[in-house]
């Protein structure tokens, strides 16, 4: 399949602090990209998405930035809290294929 | 509304055996996929079905296979259990219409002895 990693596996941060997430795509041709959270016992949670024709959104506490020219994706979590300690996965959509690609998780702690 | 619903939450079987798992998807979503996660491999796809038909597969043996019904609820089952098996199994529903997120369930837990 498709690779879709991080750069980096986990992230310590203090509380309080803005977190940023990295995540490289490989396939040009994706247009649709998603963050999801993973609690511990708890599957994936959708966080925020973006569309290639896109290249920030911006949520409660989190923007997603895209950038397409050399295929990378962010999570900024600002104001990181101790709830935001998790998994974090980025998603890539390749059209006509009616699934997704996901990366091996960055682990986010958050020290209080 | 309801989230996605999957049972059992952990199940415990032997090699060999094989298992069905069970997948609820949200009221009104027509497509259930499922996905394979260890910690080794990450979120792995294996199928995913809309309107009663698989739509699409990864790479798996056929030993993992899926099925939905009428009512959109999906199951998936794994025969010949081995050890490798041993899993977190995610099931994540979606309209199935156009490209939009999952909803992903809590998961069930299988531990193959």
């Known amino acids: 399949g498709e690779s879709v990693g991080l750069h980096l596996p986990t992230l310590s941060v203090q509380e309080g602090d803005n977190s940023i997430i990295n995540c490289a795509y490989s396939?040009?041709?994706?247009?649709?990209f998603i963050w999801y959270k993973q609690e511990s016992g708890k599957g994936p949670q959708f966080i925020i998405d973006?569309?290639?024709?896109?290249d920030k959104r911006q949520g409660q506490r989190v923007t997603v930035l895209l950038n397409k020219t050399v295929k990378h994706l962010s999570l900024q979590i600002a104001a990181t809290q101790p709830g935001d300690s998790a998994v974090y996965f980025c998603?890539?959509?390749?059209?006509?294929?009616?699934?997704?690609?996901f990366g091996s998780g960055t682990k986010l702690n958050v020290k209080p | 509304k309801a989230g996605v619903t999957q049972t059992p939450r952990y199940l415990i079987k032997t090699r060999g055996q094989q298992v069905t798992l069970s997948c609820s998807p949200i009221?009104?979503?027509?497509?259930v996929s499922w996905y394979q996660q260890t910690p080794g491999q990450g979120l792995q796809f294996l199928f995913e079905?809309?309107?009663?038909?698989?739509?699409n597969k990864g790479n798996f043996p056929g030993r993992f296979s899926g099925r939905q019904f009428s009512n959109s609820r999906s199951e998936m089952n794994v025969s010949t259990l081995e050890l490798g098996d041993s899993a977190l199994y995610l099931c994540?529903?979606?309209?199935?219409?156009?490209?939009?997120?999952?909803?992903f369930g809590s998961g069930t837990r299988l531990t193959v002895v």
């Open positions: 994540a529903s979606s309209s199935g219409t156009g490209v939009v997120g999952y909803t």
């Open positions: 396939n040009s041709a994706s247009d649709y």
């Open positions: 973006i569309r290639s024709n896109m």
């Open positions: 998603a890539e959509n390749i059209p006509n294929f009616n699934k997704f690609y």
């Open positions: 009221s009104g979503h027509r497509s």
């Open positions: 079905y809309f309107s009663e038909t698989q739509r």
